[in-house]
């Protein structure tokens, strides 16, 4: 009370203040003695003179009215703070909403000692780097002869005279969880029969090796076999005959799929083959995504696994290393100071992994010794010299072949240890072509090995043989950096087969799902944050007898099917139709089944007298925000259905820092009321709900409140019906119809203004930038942050490519376009519908076959500070047409751009003009930004997309892309199951600044994944848009898990294989910049 009276009694003196000075305004007019004239006669001069101090009475009145109105209006907003009422947002003539002042800053600053990893500098030069390798090159594709894409290769018969060749011959069958067949089919059809017969051939000869990388499928293979065969695998596993590889969950795509989602699928296969044969994995095998990323091999090795395996690399980058024998390498961090990323990477020279295409450079010979290729079998060899059964009669013809090969093989290597694995799709299915291949070749290495003046030692081996020999032939441990052998950074983006034919298409296709995978993705880590919460919680008070511990299954089996999803052929959209469809039921599977776990957690959480809760599946204390009818839908949101009583909204922050976030829902009512969870009002926004251009839905209104979220944190709002509309704050809308006649249906409680013509151009603001657009298109045009005089121009415009007129088109993979891009040229012009409001504005744009959304909050912090950008696309009626978003800039970037890898990190690209359009389009999983001295603009997005800047200052990124025929790499089809997809973006303009350079039940543990970022503080420090301080790699957990006692920190490898060092109670962490560090915790 007595703050109000202070508050009031200010006020009041600040208004008596205005008014005496307008009394002595009015009293000098009235006194001025130049005023007063005899008689009542006024000279015409002195009256011209009087009609201009009136106006300007008049002109100051008006101000002083506007004056007291703003005082008035603060005092009654002070005195309403006072007495716990909310402090509203202004709107002043000709300016944009204001939003009261923040009680707390939105900005923290980095510290300087964290702001040097961005200057880099401190680690050695690679050998390798690979954007140097690609300015090198010349792309010609010159006919190599046996070897189409390589050189002749030739070799003295002596040169293994002192040094023996040592071959490892690897058998190995690739099994996509998904393509062509579903995963389930392949299963039934093919893989239950190669691990069936790979337990009984392998028995039958010591000397036989397998290796297996899929542990989706060998899961269920492992829970529908007796104990005895069990018994035979973990035989077969000790004794070193079947090497489990990678041990993910797939084989995973590297250019679309989220470094959680990675690591996520590596944990659960780590954590099957720990629990069910107990074994880690030493060596990484990825034979068939399309292109690599840097971040796989950082993954593995702090897995702790010491070499790895690729194969699908741009054969010009193949050519070259095999030339300059760097085909194996130590690949390295491009912000690693030391060695400590260092793992040992061999890259496959030869154009496939097949049989044809592994044992040496003639494709012709190799195929002669796939015995599967048998005459009387169904495959052959293209080449129309079929295999030869090995006999006593021809041994020593085929093995001296065979041996030809291996020798000019090896010659593109530098040690005497000769990698080659034996295997293709789905291999070794039937019993024959195990006695085929296995027989056959034994009797050839029976032969070299007995034959000491060839000086060969072939035998069967697994990956982790082949680098154990090549260690002890270089005299060192395993992990370590063989002497003489290069070291790379970089990636191997992006990856041509031949030709011009660049797997750039795959970036996109089927856009629909990348989304849902990041939907899935984001609901299982809050899934798993809330339910460990939960847990701890329910433990901790006794209660976990109560609680729904079966959600620990439905989290599993997220994890699982969020993790198959990353297989190289699923969030690529590169599968057959009905697999997508497939991948499709399961994603939403998932998503319906953690939204319960989500459910039944928070309910938990937010209940004050945890005796009270009951659990009851049949009636959920809950309901989630949004629903899918369908797996190709897109979601719809849920209608809050008001009533006097109040309604509960329990929002939910997933980050480890504090939000300030506008949270929206949906009413049935616009007499609403928004409370917080202590019952004070909140103001808020009330806008329409519209199902069209030009309709909005009936009674449907959306309420968007501006809450501060605090960090792994619930917060609770109350909905109520209520007349009191003292914080509803309706935002307004203008609709311009550009001259077409179209029936317009207005909302009831919210202003709408329409337009027959388009609008002139217009621009919307907050108090950090002002965004403007073009009226004629509703697109933006340009952006002018706060503190500049002038903007700069980022302008938008769509465009469409399409595919060649010649035999070879774009499809699932490829992306062969017939030329540049061309503007997208809508049948009608677009409707434009411009809202704006205290917390939000936007520009909605309405063409035929997208509908674009531009939104500016007008909030605190890092979500006012960037443009939130949504496209709506729809091109189910085109044919062989690429629909692409282009931002083109006055930013001087030249020929560079920036991609991310996975989420993880930064790869910087460069345009480059002697290679196709095509090959200059790489991965976007989460960002791409273009820059110069001045300026950044980053495009951010909630889905994986392909990205290019094919011009200085200009960034595009293509939004979907319908085809009508295969591209020839397997898949027998085109695109053509398009949906409505919505992409979302984030655009960030920031100001550059020169850097300063001084299965059952749940275990009692959770693991706690930590990643420390490397800030780039070359940006202005406000615009990392942290609530929370950084330290320098030091994390203190103690106050982070409120509520509950931090019991145990452990440090262990990244998918809790080792331990690293002894477990404490200790909740100090530290950790470098870029580094991911996994502990297992125990919460009580």
């Not at 619930?714 to 029936?743: E, M, N």
Request: include cysteine; hydrophobic fraction near 35%; aromatic fraction near 10%.
């Amino acid at each position: 009370m007595k703050l109000k009276k202070q508050v009031t009694v200010c006020g009041a003196a600040i208004f008596c203040v205005a008014v005496f000075s307008l009394y002595l305004m009015l009293d000098r007019v009235q006194h001025d003695p130049a005023r007063h004239q005899s008689g009542g006669n006024f000279p015409r001069s002195q009256i011209s003179v009087l009609q201009n101090r009136i106006e300007q009475l008049e002109q100051l009145l008006e101000e002083n009215h506007e004056i007291i109105s703003h005082i008035k209006d603060s005092v009654l907003e002070l005195t309403a703070h006072a007495e716990g009422q909310p402090a509203l947002p202004h709107h002043p003539p000709n300016g944009s909403w204001v939003l009261p002042p923040e009680s707390r800053p939105s900005f923290l600053s980095v510290s300087p000692q964290d702001c040097q990893f961005a200057l880099g500098g401190k680690g050695q030069s690679p050998d390798l780097q690979m954007l140097a390798v690609y300015s090198l090159l010349p792309f010609d594709n010159q006919d190599g002869g046996v070897w189409k894409q390589g050189f002749d290769i030739t070799y003295e018969p002596n040169e293994w005279d002192m040094e023996p060749l040592q071959v490892f011959v690897v058998p190995h069958s690739h099994n996509d969880p998904g393509w062509i067949k579903t995963f389930d089919k392949y299963y039934y059809d093919q893989t239950q029969h190669i691990l069936n017969s790979m337990v009984l051939k392998m028995q039958e000869d010591p000397r036989r090796r397998f290796i297996w990388s899929e542990i989706s499928f060998f899961s269920k293979w492992w829970d529908n076999i007796s104990a005895q065969k069990r018994a035979a695998v973990r035989r077969l596993v000790g004794n070193g005959q079947l090497e489990m590889v990678t041990g993910g969950w797939v084989m995973p795509d590297e250019a679309n799929s989220h470094y959680f989602a990675m690591i996520d699928q590596l944990i659960e296969g780590h954590q099957w083959l720990e629990k069910n044969i107990g074994v880690t994995p030493r060596s990484g095998w990825a034979v068939d995504p399309f292109g690599y990323s840097s971040t796989m091999p950082y993954l593995l090795k702090r897995s702790n696994l010491t070499a790895m395996l690729i194969q699908r690399v741009h054969y010009a980058i193949k050519k070259h290393f095999a030339a300059t024998q760097n085909l194996e390498f130590m690949w390295r961090q491009t912000w690693d100071p030391d060695t400590s990323t260092d793992i040992f990477c061999h890259m496959m020279p030869f154009y496939s992994y097949d049989v044809p295409h592994t044992c040496g450079p003639d494709p012709k010979i190799c195929c002669q010794f796939d015995f599967k290729r048998l005459p009387g079998g169904r495959i052959n060899c293209p080449w129309k010299v079929p295999p030869r059964a090995i006999t006593d009669a021809n041994v020593a013809e085929r093995a001296q072949l065979l041996l030809d090969q291996y020798r000019k093989k090896s010659k593109l290597y530098r040690s005497k240890v000769l990698l080659v694995p034996l295997g293709d799709d789905f291999r070794y299915d039937k019993p024959q072509e195990w006695d085929a291949q296995f027989l056959n070749y034994q009797r050839i290495f029976d032969f070299l090995n007995s034959r000491p003046d060839l000086h060969v030692q072939a035998q069967f081996g697994t990956l982790s043989d082949y680098f154990d020999a090549l260690y002890k032939k270089m005299g060192i441990v395993p992990g370590m950096r063989p002497p003489g052998f290069p070291v790379l950074t970089g990636d191997f983006f992006s990856y041509a087969d031949r030709e011009d034919h660049y797997w750039t298409g795959y970036y996109t296709s089927r856009p629909f799902y990348k989304s849902l995978d990041r939907v899935l993705e984001a609901h299982l880590r809050g899934a798993e944050i809330l339910y460990s919460l939960a847990l701890a919680h329910a433990r901790h008070a006794s209660a976990d007898g109560r609680y729904p511990l079966s959600d620990y299954a439905l989290l599993s089996n997220a994890r699982r099917n969020l993790g198959l999803f990353q297989h190289h052929d699923a969030i690529t959209g590169t599968a057959k139709e009905a697999v997508a469809v497939d991948y499709g039921v399961r994603l939403l599977h998932s998503l319906t089944n953690l939204k319960r776990v989500i459910i039944n957690a928070a309910h938990f959480l937010v209940l004050g007298d945890k005796d009270t809760y009951h659990h009851d599946p049949a009636a959920p204390f809950l309901s989630m925000d949004d629903t899918r009818p369908s797996q190709d839908s897109l979601p719809e949101k849920t209608v809050v259905k008001l009533d006097t009583s109040p309604r509960f909204l329990v929002v939910f922050n997933p980050l480890e820092q504090e939000r300030l976030s506008v949270v929206t829902m949906l009413v049935d009512s616009p007499h609403v009321h928004v409370l917080s969870e202590e019952g004070r009002p909140l103001p808020f926004q009330l806008s329409a709900t519209w199902s069209s251009a030009t309709e909005v839905v009936p009674d449907v209104y959306q309420v968007s409140v501006l809450a501060r979220l605090p960090a792994l944190g619930l917060r609770v709002l109350q909905l109520h019906r209520s007349l009191d509309g003292h914080a509803t704050l309706r935002s307004s809308t203008r609709l311009y119809l550009h001259g077409r006649d179209l029936p317009v249906r207005k909302p009831e409680a919210v202003p709408l203004q329409v337009f027959p013509a388009a609008a002139d151009d217009f621009c919307l603001e907050n108090q950090h930038l002002q965004a403007c657009f073009s009226g004629h298109s509703g697109l933006l045009q340009s952006i002018r942050r706060a503190g500049e005089e002038q903007g700069h121009r980022v302008s938008s415009e769509f465009l469409v490519y399409g595919t060649r007129t010649s035999k070879d088109k774009s499809g699932a993979y490829l992306f062969l376009p017939d030329g540049e891009a061309k503007p997208y040229a809508p049948k009608n012009p677009p409707v434009v519908r411009v809202t704006e409001g205290p917390l939000f504005s936007e520009v909605a744009s309405y063409y035929e076959h997208v509908q674009t959304m531009v939104r500016l909050y007008n909030v605190p912090g890092v979500e006012g500070l960037s443009l939130d950008v949504s496209c709506l696309v729809d091109i189910r009626d085109h044919i062989n047409k690429e629909l692409a978003l282009r931002f083109s800039t006055d930013i001087e970037s030249d020929t560079t751009f920036f991609t991310d890898l996975n989420g993880f990190q930064i790869q910087p690209r460069r345009y480059q003009r002697k290679l196709p359009l095509q090959a200059n389009f790489y991965p976007m999983p989460a960002m791409a930004y273009i820059q110069d001295m001045q300026s950044r603009l980053t495009l951010l997005t909630a889905q994986a997309l392909g990205v290019s800047s094919l011009r200085s200052g200009q960034l595009e990124v293509i939004l979907d892309r319908r085809l009508m025929q295969d591209d020839n790499r397997g898949l027998g089809q085109g695109l053509k199951d398009n949906k409505r997809t919505c992409n979302r973006f984030r655009l960030l303009l920031e100001r550059r600044t020169t850097a300063n350079k001084d299965d059952s039940l749940p275990s009692t543990e959770a693991a706690l994944i930590l990643h420390r970022k490397g800030f780039d503080c070359s940006l202005e420090a406000k615009n990392l848009g942290f609530n929370c301080t950084t330290s320098q790699g030091k994390l203190v957990l103690g106050g982070l898990f409120q509520g509950l006692e931090l019991g145990s920190l452990q440090p262990t490898s990244l998918t809790l294989m080792y331990p690293l060092g002894t477990a404490s109670n200790s909740t100090n962490i530290y950790l470098d910049p870029m580094e991911i560090a996994t502990f297992r915790i125990r919460l009580g």
